[in-house]
């Protein structure tokens, strides 16, 4: 089976010159289910994000407008079943950790039901897979017992702010206390460990750095502040605005010794202990410190794409593969159904190994000539 990647992106209006180019003009790699997901550059993937939809209960600035965004096709979003198949076979070829996110995952109605499917996957050898999740909190109180009981082994909750005003002005819904009900659900339910996520954003919440940081102390999570990237729905990203992982240790300085926490691994965090630890805090720099080099992760879109960078402008559809008309399958040939179920699994495992073969080494986010992928954070799956 031919992958076929598809470029799409809407250049930054400083830009002059492609880039994503030449990667995929090699042959793509033959498949072969239960090889390990080696790029050109030696990185093995383990950790696969799966979308589940692009639809949101908030509408966050740095994410999506307010109005006009272009939803995903109905028909396009992939069934419970295909992502359990795109699921085993990735897992078959070394991925050990599925995070769930969105959009809203837990927008999703068959949201236990995924946990559940996806937590009985086994990988080579029987070992088990890690459910993870990033949500915005909402509906977690309600829906956490059967997510845990369903296999959910991790969680991550986004908060940028705990004023109501502010919380309702940056996410253009005034949710904030089913987010702390999430929270303070998720602190009570023993997963551990608890993430918290912030974007900072100039004049927006970047005076809340420290009390975030006591809010997630005092829950017995972890807070991590991420740099804001050139990913929203909307194309307003403006660097000025954007707040540094330099400028966020420096807040947080003023309030605590910070010492780095070596063996970061491909954890897209670094992270600092606060006086000495127990408790750390965590920056996601993207923008002024890229981490591509131990990056292990690959995306799937709710409409069936694999990505390998949250950043690329290429796409590769597994759509045509999971859906292709499989025709009537008659006596005295039951065979071919097999070998029609057998070619399905092949054509995913040849798409992902195209996908990771055409991985660059990084983004280009700091390039003039960067391209802005054309789909929002909220259809790629942060
Ligand atoms: N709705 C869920 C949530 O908000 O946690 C999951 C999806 S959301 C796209 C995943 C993460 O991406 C969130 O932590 C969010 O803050 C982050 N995010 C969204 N847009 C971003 C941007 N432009 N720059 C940096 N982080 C962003
Ligand atoms: Fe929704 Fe998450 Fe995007 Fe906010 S960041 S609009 S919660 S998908």
Redesign the pocket.
């Known amino acids: 089976m031919t992958a076929i990647p598809v470029t799409i992106g809407r250049r930054m209006p400083q830009s002059a010159a492609s880039v994503d180019l030449g990667a995929h003009a090699a042959a793509a790699p033959v498949a072969s289910i239960g090889a390990p997901l080696v790029d050109t550059h030696g990185r093995v993937h383990r950790d696969l994000r799966i979308s589940l939809t692009d639809r ?1 209960s ?1 509408r ?1 600035t ?2 999506m407008p307010e109005q006009g965004n272009e939803w995903l096709a109905k028909t396009s979003i992939l069934t419970l079943d295909e992502i359990v198949r795109i699921a085993r076979v990735a897992a078959a070829d070394g991925i050990t950790t599925f995070r769930l ?5 837990l927008l999703r109605t068959d949201i236990v039901d995924v946990v559940r499917r996806l937590s009985a996957i086994t990988g080579p050898g029987g070992r088990p897979v890690e459910i993870a999740m ?3 909190g909402i509906r977690l109180a309600e829906l956490l017992p059967g997510l845990v009981e369903a296999g959910l082994t991790r969680l ?3 908060i ?1 702010t705990l004023r109501r005003d502010r919380f309702h002005a940056l996410t253009r819904r005034d949710r904030l206390d089913d987010v702390l009900d999430g929270i303070a659900a998720a602190g009570a339910s023993g997963l551990r460990p608890l993430k918290l ?3 900072a954003m100039r004049d927006v919440n970047d005076d809340e750095l420290v009390d975030l940081v006591e809010f997630a102390v005092a829950h017995e999570a972890q807070m991590r502040f ?7 729905a909307g194309h307003t ?1 403006d660097r000025s605005r954007m707040v540094t992982q330099d400028e966020i240790l420096t807040a947080l300085s003023a309030r605590w010794e910070l010492t780095p926490v070596p063996g970061r691994g491909g954890a897209p965090a670094a992270r600092w202990t606060l006086d000495g630890g127990p408790h750390s805090v965590g920056v996601i720099a ?1 923008v002024t410190a890229p981490f591509c080099g131990d990056c292990d992760r690959l995306r799937l879109t709710a409409d069936g794409q694999l990505r390998n960078c949250l950043f690329s402008t290429t796409e590769y559809d597994l759509l045509p593969i999971l859906r292709q008309a499989q025709g009537p399958v008659e006596e005295p040939f039951p065979p071919v159904a097999e070998l029609v179920e057998a070619g399905i699994d092949a054509g995913i495992d040849g798409m992902l190994r195209s996908c990771v073969h055409g991985k660059l080494p990084g983004h280009a986010i700091n390039d003039p000539a960067f391209l802005q992928p054309a789909r929002g ?2 259809a ?3």
Do not use: F
């Open positions: 949101c908030l966050c740095y994410c996110t969105g959009g809203e995952p990033t949500t915005n991550n909750i986004s940028d996520n912030a974007v991420i740099e804001q990237m050139p990913l929203d990203w993207s954070m909220n790629i799956g942060g």
